[in-house]
Structure formats: C-alpha cells, structure tokens
DNA sequence: ATAGTGGTTAGAGTAAACTCTAAGTCAAAC
DNA sequence: GTTTGACTTAGAGTTTACTCTAACCACTAT
C-alpha cells in the first residue's frame, strides 16, 4: 500500500496530479479508516500504464473512456483494444502524412 | 492572387487563423494598394504543406522553426529535413510505446 | 509544540493554438 | 447607397491537462 506521496516520488508525478486524476475518474485509490488515499500494487501499475498511453500523446478524454471500459470488467475487452487499435492507426496515419509531405 | 477570404475558403481555414499565422510569421503574403493581403500560389502552397505537417501534429514552434528555414533558402536543405526526421522519430517512438503498452 | 504529510473546497494561472468580438475605417460591387 | 469584404488594434474566450495557492483541519513523528 502507498501513500498519495509515495506513488508521486515513485512515478514522478505530483500528487495535484494525482488528485486530478481521481476527480477525473482515470485512478480511483482506496481510503483507511483516517480518509487518506492508499493506492496498491495494482493501483500502480494502471498508473504506470496511463502514464505510458499519455507518452503517446493519447488524449486524456480517450484515456478516460478506457479506464471506465476498464472498470467494467473482462468483457470489455474487444472495446479497449480496439480504442488502443484506433490510436495506433491515428498515429500511423500521422507519420504516413509527413513522409508523403516529406517529398 | 487570392484575397484572404478566397484562401481561407479554399484550404479551409478561417480568415482570423490566416492572420494569425501571419502574426506568428508563418505566412506572409503579399499587399496591394489598399493594404490588402494577396496570396500567390506559391503562398497557397506552402500554407497546403503547412498544414499538412499540423495534421501530424508538429506543434507550431516547429512549424514556425521550419518556416524561419525556409525563408532562409538553399543552403537551410539539410536542417529542414533534419527537422521533419526528427518529427518522424518522434511519431516513430509514440508508436513503438503503444505497441509495447499494447502487450 | 512544531514540522511534515495527509485531507478538503474553491478558484486562479499556464501554455498552446486558435477563435472571436469590438469598434472603427475604407473601397468595390450590386 | 448600402451591403460585402477587406483592413486595423486590442483584448477576451476556448480547450486541454495540468499546476498551484489559499485557507483551514487532522494525525504522526521528533
């Protein structure tokens, strides 16, 4: 289990960030009984998958709807590929335009 | 010669955004007698190749940097193209992530 | 007892890239 | 003779994704 401040130090982000994150539904935290936010090993790695669709300069919006497809459950599971799916052909899309204009 | 309106229709953007990138010395069209911007065919190409490279997402100091190059002539060849091969490698790296996040 | 970390709400500030409005002028076209 | 489209400066508003400050409370450790 980890503080708000550990997860921050952990993956070098700052806790605004995180609590922005949680009022946006992408990381939701567990509480202890004094109210403060404990985030688990698993709570860390669907962090640090977030942080690495962010890197792909996926929007935050997107980002969202893939975690809330992600909370529903395993069947799921054709839609959040598919939305990964999109964006990889977005971005391949994008380097197809700039090789054609490289020209 | 185009006037602003015919650009801005033609290429699809707004009448503000041309005077903007103006502003922004990305685009400097000619004047007439009245003040008035005429664009040439060679300023609607360059505005074509402009935004196709916004299409891939170059941010505009980048644009701008390239548009700095190009006024500069010839002998900026090398560097402009070193600018676009790193936009690549960018885009390039964003979907290399992707595929590894993918896993 | 005070520093440090955690919590809250509410709201201001930032950067990018526009986007638009105001308020006024001027010339061409119908 | 008025509508249309151009011009100007100056500044306000928008979106995204934070980023930070204020102001105040609670708990733990030194």
Redesign the pocket.
């Known amino acids: 289990m980890y503080?708000?401040?550990?997860v921050a130090q952990l993956v070098g982000?700052?806790?605004?960030?995180l609590?922005?994150y949680e009022k946006e539904n992408i990381i939701l935290p567990d509480r202890n009984e004094?109210?403060?936010?404990k985030y688990t090993e698993s709570h860390l790695q669907w962090l640090k998958f977030v942080l690495k669709l962010?890197e792909t300069q996926m929007?935050?919006?997107k980002i969202k709807e893939y975690a809330f497809l992600y909370t529903e459950g395993e069947h799921t599971a054709i839609n959040r590929l598919k939305l990964l799916e999109d964006h990889k052909s977005s971005i391949e899309n994008q380097l197809k335009t700039l090789k054609e204009t490289n020209k």
Chains 1, 2 share one sequence.
Do not use: Q
Not at 13 to 17: A, R, W
Not at 34 to 37: A, I, K, L, N
């Open positions: 503080t708000i401040g550990e982000v700052s806790t605004h960030t609590r922005y004094h109210g403060e936010r962010k929007p935050i919006t």
